[in-house]
C-alpha cells in the first residue's frame, strides 16, 4: 500500500470530526494548559502559507501537551468586526455580515485541512451579538468604575460619589486629568446631569474632546498603527489630526501596573522592552513659564533634566496645544495657520521619527524665565506632541539634540551650562559634567543639580517632581458601521448606560455604510425602529474599535455558550489565564497593552482571580515571500531575461509566481496570466529559456509571490506542510519561502512509511525485540525531541526525526515497539500518517492523543561494549565487538587470537598494535 496522503487525510479528518476528537471538558483530576493563537480577521483572500505557521507551533505543542497528560484547551475563532468588510460593503452593498460568514466558511475550511486539534464547539466571532454582549457588558464595568490612588486599583464609582458628597475633591486620591476642585456643598448642589458630566473626569471611560488621526476618505478615526507616513495603512489614504468628542480608555491609570506586571509574565526581552518604551515611564518634575503679557496664565511643561532650566533659551509647544491660537500674535498668525494645518496631516509616529526635517513657526509671544527673569521666545514644532508630557517643551539647546537642531535652523542662541564642554559642533547629553552659569545649581554634578532644582522649584512653588508616562489614554470611538455598538444612549447630549437585561444592543440596518452628508457615522442613518432597544433623545452612533472584542477573547473561549455571565467563576478557577500564547509580533504593543489593562481591571473588581492574561508569549516570525520578476523594455511590451538585462533600459515587474519554476518563466502562461502580456515578445538566454530575477520580502497579493495552501495540500499533503513549515527554521524568526525544500521533507514522509511496509507495500512489523542499536538510535532521538519541544525549537524536533527515520532505515528496522515509539514522536507534527500508521500496527484507533509522550530512558545510551574497526595498515577490513572495560593490552591479545586476523596477516610480520579505547584497532604489518 503506497502512502496516499490525499486518502489518508480526508480519513482521519472525518473520524476527528465524527467523534469529537478534540472536544474538551473541565477535569479536576488532570492538571490543565491552555494554549491560544491570535485569532484571524477572515479576510476574503483566504489564508496564504504564512498565515499558519503560528497554528502549526500551537498545535504541534498542543498534541504534545496532551500526551504529557494535560488537559489541553486549544481553541480558535474570528475576529470578524473590521474595516475590510466595511469597506466592501460599500462598495457592492452588501452587508458585511454576509461577506463576513462567507469567508469564515472558506477560513474554516482550511483551517480543517491543517489538521488542527481545535475544540470547534468553542469558537467565538466578536460580530457575534452573543458575544458583543459580553463586550458591551465589560464596557458597563469600565464606565462603572475609577482607579483609586491610595488603593492602586478600579474600583466602582458609587464610592466615589460617597466620597464627592463627603469631602468633594479634598483628599480624593482618584486618577483624573480634572484639575476643579469643588466642596462637597457644591457636589450636592449638582443636579443628576451635571454630576453625571462631573464622573467623566474619574470613569475608566469617558467621553472627552480627543486629538484624534482623522481619515475623511474611510470616514473614520484611526489607531496611531493604522497609519504610516501621513496615510491610513488601508487604501493609503491622507489622515489628519483632528479634535473630536470621543470615548476614550483611561489605559493611563494603569501604567505603573502594567510596568510591574511585566515581571511576572515569560515574555522575551524584546517584546517586553517594546511594552516598557510604548508605557515610557521617565522621571522629572513639572515647571510653570507665565506668560509675559499675561502673568496670571502659565505654560507648564514636563522635564527629566530640571538640572538644566537656566540653559532654556526658547519654548516649543505643540501645534495642537490649547494656548497657541490665544498667544499667537497679529504679525505671526497666518504663518502659524498653516503650519498648524499642516502638521495635523502627520501622526504623532511620524513626527516623532522625522529626526532630520526641521520645521516651526514662531508665536510672536514670550514667557517669563522663572528663575531669570528673562524673556523666552515662544515657538511651536512638530517634534512636541500634544499626547506627551504637557505638550511643551522648555528647550535646552546645549544638552538635548533636537533642541540644538532647531536652534541651529532657526537661528537661536545656545547658552552653555556644562563647564568645560564643547557644543560647537553638537548638544551634550551625558550626564557626566559639572553644572555652570546657573546661581544655585553651579558646580554640582548633574544627580545633585536635579535633586536641588527640584527642591527649589517646590519650595517657590513654581512645580513639583512627579513621574510622567509616554503611554496616553486609548480613543475607543470609531465612526464605522461594522463594529460593536456601544451600550449608551444620550439625553441633553449626556451619556447614560442602557441595562444589562437589554443587552446586547444590536447593529440596526441602515441605506448606505457611509458616513451621513453631515459627517455623522453610518449609524447616525438608522431610524429609532431600527434598533433592537433604544431610550433617550439618542444612541451612540459611534462604534468600539476592533480592540474591544480581542482584548478579552480568550476569557469567553472558557464558557462560549454561557447566556448569564461572560464566563462562569468555576470555569475560570479551572482554566485560568492563557499557558502559551503565539502570535504575530505587530501586535507586541497596542493588542498586548489592551488585554493586559482590561484583564486588570477586570481582576481589580473581582470578576477574574488573576490580572496578567498570557504567561508565556511568543512572537512568531514572518515567512517572507520569494517574489519573481520579469525585465520589460521600457516603452515595449517586450521581456528581456535576467542575464541581458543590463544591456537594456527595463523596469521589473513582480510576475505571479505560479508562472514559475525554479526561476524560469513559463512563457505560454505569462502571456495567458494578463490581457496586457497576450502579444508580448522575448529576449531569452541562451539555452532558449527565460530567467526570472528573484527578491525575498513580504509575503503580499500585490507582489504576487503568494503560496496558497491548499494547492500544497493537495500535492504533498497537509502533514508534509506542516512539518516543512516548522522545518524552515526558529519559530521566531523570520524566514523566505521557498518551494524547492518541501520535497525533501514529503521524501521523509514516505521513507518513514516504507519502514512499516515490504517491498510489495504490505505491512511488515515484526514483534522481535528491539536492538542495542534500535533502542540507542530511539532513545537518543527521545532525548533530544523532548528537550527541543521544552524550548519551542520546532525545527530542529523535525531535523532529529529525519535522522532517527535514516538511522533506522539502515539498520532496517521493522521492530513493532519501535516503530510504535517513533509514531507517537511524530504524532504532534504529522497527526494525519501517525493516526495511520498508528491503526495499520494494531492500535486502537484514533487513540493517539491519549497516548503517553515516548520517555526518554539513559540506559540506552550507556554503551558497555564498542564496534572496533580492525585496520591493517590503516586499511580497515572488519570490526569486532569488544566491552569497553577491556585495557588496550587486552584487546590486543583478543585481536591476534581471532581467525579474521591471521587471514590478513598471513606470512607479514606484525610491527605494531595501536589500540585507541572507543575508537579503533590498526595493526602494522611488515
Known amino acids: 500500500m503506497e502512502y496516499k496522503h490525499f486518502e489518508i487525510e480526508k480519513k482521519w479528518r472525518k473520524y476527528w470530526a465524527d467523534n469529537n476528537t478534540y472536544k474538551v471538558f473541565e477535569d479536576s483530576s488532570k492538571p490543565k494548559y491552555y494554549v491560544l493563537d491570535m485569532f484571524p480577521y477572515p479576510s476574503g483572500a483566504g489564508l496564504h502559507v504564512g498565515h499558519p505557521l503560528?497554528?502549526?507551533?500551537?498545535?504541534?505543542?498542543?498534541?504534545?501537551?496532551?500526551?504529557?497528560?494535560?488537559?489541553?484547551?486549544?481553541?480558535?475563532?474570528y475576529d470578524s468586526f473590521g474595516l475590510p468588510a466595511e469597506q466592501y460593503a460599500i462598495q457592492t452593498g452588501q452587508h458585511p455580515a454576509l461577506t463576513t460568514k462567507e469567508n469564515i466558511s472558506r477560513y474554516r475550511d482550511q483551517l480543517d485541512k491543517l489538521g488542527f486539534c481545535f475544540d470547534w464547539d468553542r469558537e467565538v466571532r466578536t460580530s457575534s451579538p452573543s458575544y458583543y454582549k459580553w463586550t458591551q457588558w465589560i464596557f458597563k464595568q469600565l464606565y462603572n468604575s475609577y482607579f483609586d490612588l491610595k488603593e492602586n486599583k478600579a474600583i466602582n464609582i458609587e464610592h466615589l460619589r460617597i466620597k464627592l458628597s463627603e469631602n468633594g475633591t479634598t483628599n480624593l486620591n482618584a486618577y483624573s486629568d480634572n484639575k476643579q476642585n469643588i466642596s462637597s456643598k457644591e457636589w450636592d448642589l449638582m443636579n443628576a446631569e451635571e454630576k453625571e458630566i462631573f464622573l467623566l473626569n474619574y470613569r475608566l471611560t469617558y467621553l472627552a474632546d480627543s486629538l484624534v488621526n482623522w481619515c475623511p476618505k474611510l470616514g473614520t478615526v484611526l489607531a496611531n498603527d493604522e497609519v504610516v507616513n501621513g496615510l491610513s495603512v488601508r487604501g493609503g489614504f491622507p489622515v489628519e489630526q483632528k479634535t473630536m468628542r470621543q470615548w476614550s480608555m483611561r489605559i493611563k491609570a494603569y501604567s505603573e501596573r502594567l510596568l510591574e506586571g511585566l515581571n511576572q509574565i515569560d515574555w522575551t526581552d524584546s517584546l517586553k522592552e517594546q511594552q516598557r518604551y510604548?508605557?515610557?515611564?521617565?522621571?522629572?518634575?513639572?515647571?510653570?513659564?507665565?506668560?509675559?503679557?499675561?502673568?496670571?496664565?502659565?505654560?507648564?511643561?514636563?522635564?527629566?533634566?530640571?538640572?538644566?532650566?537656566?540653559?532654556?533659551?526658547?519654548?516649543?509647544?505643540?501645534?495642537?496645544?490649547?494656548?497657541?491660537?490665544?498667544?499667537?500674535?497679529?504679525?505671526?498668525?497666518?504663518?502659524?495657520?498653516?503650519?498648524?494645518?499642516?502638521?495635523?496631516?502627520?501622526?504623532?509616529?511620524?513626527?516623532?521619527?522625522?529626526?532630520?526635517?526641521?520645521?516651526?513657526?514662531?508665536t510672536g509671544a514670550y514667557a517669563i524665565h522663572p528663575f531669570t527673569k528673562k524673556k523666552i521666545p515662544i515657538w511651536i514644532g512638530d517634534y512636541v506632541l500634544l499626547s506627551y508630557g504637557t505638550g511643551a517643551v522648555m528647550s535646552v539647546p546645549c544638552g538635548d539634540q533636537r533642541d540644538y537642531d532647531f536652534a541651529k535652523k532657526m537661528n537661536l542662541p545656545i547658552p552653555n551650562i556644562f563647564k568645560s564642554i564643547d557644543i560647537t559642533t553638537e548638544a551634550y547629553s551625558e550626564k557626566d559634567a559639572l553644572i555652570c552659569d546657573s546661581q544655585f545649581l553651579n558646580d554640582l554634578t548633574i544627580d545633585k543639580a536635579i535633586k536641588r532644582a527640584i527642591h527649589q522649584i517646590e519650595e517657590e512653588k513654581i512645580g513639583r517632581g512627579k513621574i510622567n508616562y509616554r503611554l496616553r489614554d486609548a480613543v475607543f470611538s470609531r465612526q464605522r458601521y461594522w463594529g460593536e455598538p456601544f451600550p449608551v444612549y444620550y439625553k441633553n447630549d449626556t451619556p447614560y448606560l442602557i441595562e444589562d437585561k437589554n443587552l446586547p444592543i444590536e447593529l440596526p440596518e441602515v441605506d448606505k455604510y457611509?458616513?451621513?452628508?453631515?459627517?455623522?457615522?453610518?449609524?447616525?442613518?438608522?431610524?429609532?425602529?431600527?434598533?433592537?432597544?433604544?431610550?433617550?433623545?439618542?444612541?451612540?452612533?459611534?462604534?468600539?474599535?476592533?480592540?474591544?472584542?480581542?482584548?478579552?477573547?480568550?476569557?469567553?473561549?472558557?464558557?462560549?455558550?454561557?447566556?448569564?455571565?461572560?464566563?462562569?467563576?468555576?470555569?475560570?478557577?479551572?482554566?485560568?489565564?492563557?499557558?502559551?500564547?503565539?502570535?504575530?509580533?505587530?501586535?507586541?504593543?497596542?493588542?498586548?497593552?489592551?488585554?493586559?489593562?482590561?484583564?486588570?481591571?477586570?481582576?481589580?473588581?473581582?470578576?477574574?482571580?488573576?490580572?496578567?492574561?498570557?504567561?508565556?508569549?511568543?512572537?512568531?516570525?514572518?515567512?517572507?515571500?520569494?517574489?519573481?520578476?520579469?525585465?520589460?523594455?521600457?516603452?515595449?511590451?517586450?521581456f528581456v531575461s535576467l542575464s541581458k538585462r543590463n544591456d537594456y533600459s527595463t523596469t521589473p515587474i513582480h510576475v505571479d509566481v505560479n508562472l514559475v519554476d525554479n526561476d524560469f518563466l513559463?512563457?505560454?502562461?505569462?502571456?495567458?496570466?494578463?490581457?496586457?502580456?497576450?502579444?508580448?515578445?522575448?529576449?531569452?538566454?541562451?539555452?532558449?529559456?527565460?530567467?526570472?530575477?528573484?527578491?525575498?520580502?513580504?509575503?503580499?497579493?500585490?507582489?504576487?509571490?503568494?503560496?496558497?495552501?491548499?494547492?500544497?495540500?493537495?500535492?504533498?499533503?497537509?502533514?508534509?506542510?506542516?512539518?516543512?513549515?516548522?522545518?524552515?527554521?526558529?519559530?521566531?524568526?523570520?524566514?523566505?519561502?521557498?518551494?524547492?525544500?518541501?520535497?525533501?521533507?514529503?521524501?521523509?514522509?514516505?521513507?518513514?512509511?516504507?519502514?512499516?511496509?515490504?517491498?510489495?507495500?504490505?505491512?511488515d512489523v515484526s514483534d522481535t525485540p528491539a536492538s542495542k542499536d534500535e533502542l540507542r538510535a530511539l532513545h537518543k532521538a527521545i532525548k533530544k525531541i523532548r528537550d527541543d519541544l521544552n524550548r519551542y525549537s520546532f525545527n530542529t524536533c523535525v531535523s532529529t526525526m529525519m535522522i532517527l527515520v535514516n538511522e533506522l532505515s539502515a539498520l532496517k528496522s521493522n521492530t513493532c515497539f519501535i516503530l510504535n515509539e517513533v509514531t507517537l514522536l511524530l504524532a504532534p507534527f504529522a497527526p494525519h500518517i501517525s493516526e495511520e500508521l498508528w491503526e495499520l500496527t494494531g492500535n486502537t484507533p484514533g487513540s493517539l492523543t491519549i497516548q503517553k509522550y515516548p520517555i526518554f530512558d539513559e540506559s540506552h545510551l550507556l554503551q558497555t561494549s564498542y564496534s572496533y574497526p580492525v585496520s591493517f595498515n590503516g586499511k580497515m577490513r572488519f570490526k569486532k565487538e569488544f566491552s569497553l572495560e577491556l585495557k588496550p593490552n587486552e584487546i590486543e591479545s583478543l585481536v591476534l587470537e581471532m581467525q579474521e586476523t591471521k587471514k590478513w596477516i598471513a606470512e607479514k610480520q606484525v610491527r605494531k598494535v595501536i589500540v585507541v579505547p572507543g575508537k579503533i584497532v590498526n595493526i602494522v604489518l611488515s
Not at 288 to 302: G, M, Q, R, S, Y
Not at 567 to 584: A, F, M, Q, R, T
Not at 673 to 702: N, Q, T
Request: proline content about 5%.
Open 278 to 362: 510604548w508605557i515610557g515611564k521617565s522621571f522629572g518634575c513639572s515647571v510653570e513659564f507665565k506668560l509675559e503679557k499675561e502673568n496670571t496664565k502659565f505654560i507648564e511643561v514636563f522635564t527629566t533634566r530640571p538640572d538644566t532650566i537656566f540653559g532654556v533659551s526658547f519654548m516649543v509647544l505643540a501645534p495642537e496645544h490649547p494656548l497657541v491660537n490665544k498667544i499667537t500674535t497679529e504679525d505671526y498668525l497666518k504663518n502659524v495657520t498653516e503650519y498648524v494645518k499642516l502638521a495635523s496631516n502627520k501622526s504623532d509616529l511620524d513626527r516623532q521619527s522625522e529626526s532630520k526635517h526641521i520645521s516651526g513657526e514662531f
Open 514 to 638: 457611509l458616513p451621513t452628508e453631515d459627517g455623522e457615522p453610518p449609524l447616525a442613518r438608522s431610524k429609532k425602529e431600527d434598533w433592537n432597544y433604544t431610550q433617550g433623545d439618542k444612541m451612540e452612533y459611534n462604534t468600539m474599535p476592533g480592540w474591544a472584542g480581542s482584548s478579552w477573547y480568550f476569557l469567553r473561549y472558557l464558557d462560549p455558550n454561557n447566556e448569564k455571565e461572560f464566563v462562569s467563576k468555576e470555569k475560570l478557577n479551572y482554566w485560568k489565564n492563557v499557558d502559551l500564547y503565539i502570535g504575530g509580533s505587530e501586535h507586541a504593543t497596542g493588542h498586548l497593552l489592551y488585554s493586559r489593562f482590561w484583564t486588570k481591571v477586570l481582576f481589580d473588581l473581582d470578576f477574574i482571580p488573576f490580572d496578567e492574561p498570557f504567561k508565556k508569549m511568543i512572537n512568531q516570525g514572518m515567512i517572507l515571500g520569494r517574489s519573481n520578476f520579469v525585465y520589460r523594455v521600457e516603452g515595449t511590451n517586450q
Open 666 to 763: 513559463d512563457i505560454e502562461a505569462f502571456k495567458n496570466w494578463l490581457p496586457e502580456y497576450k502579444d508580448a515578445s522575448f529576449i531569452l538566454e541562451e539555452d532558449g529559456k527565460y530567467k526570472c530575477g528573484f527578491e525575498v520580502e513580504k509575503m503580499s497579493k500585490s507582489k504576487f509571490n503568494v503560496q496558497n495552501p491548499d494547492d500544497l495540500i493537495e500535492k504533498y499533503g497537509a502533514d508534509t506542510l506542516r512539518m516543512y513549515e516548522m522545518f524552515l527554521g526558529p519559530i521566531e524568526q523570520s524566514k523566505p519561502w521557498d518551494i524547492k525544500g518541501i520535497t525533501g521533507v514529503n521524501s521523509f514522509l514516505k521513507k518513514l512509511w516504507r519502514l512499516f511496509h515490504d517491498s510489495n507495500n504490505n505491512v
Open 54 to 77: 503560528g497554528y502549526i507551533a500551537s498545535d504541534i505543542y498542543s498534541r504534545y501537551k496532551k500526551m504529557e497528560g494535560f488537559n489541553v484547551l486549544h481553541p480558535m475563532g
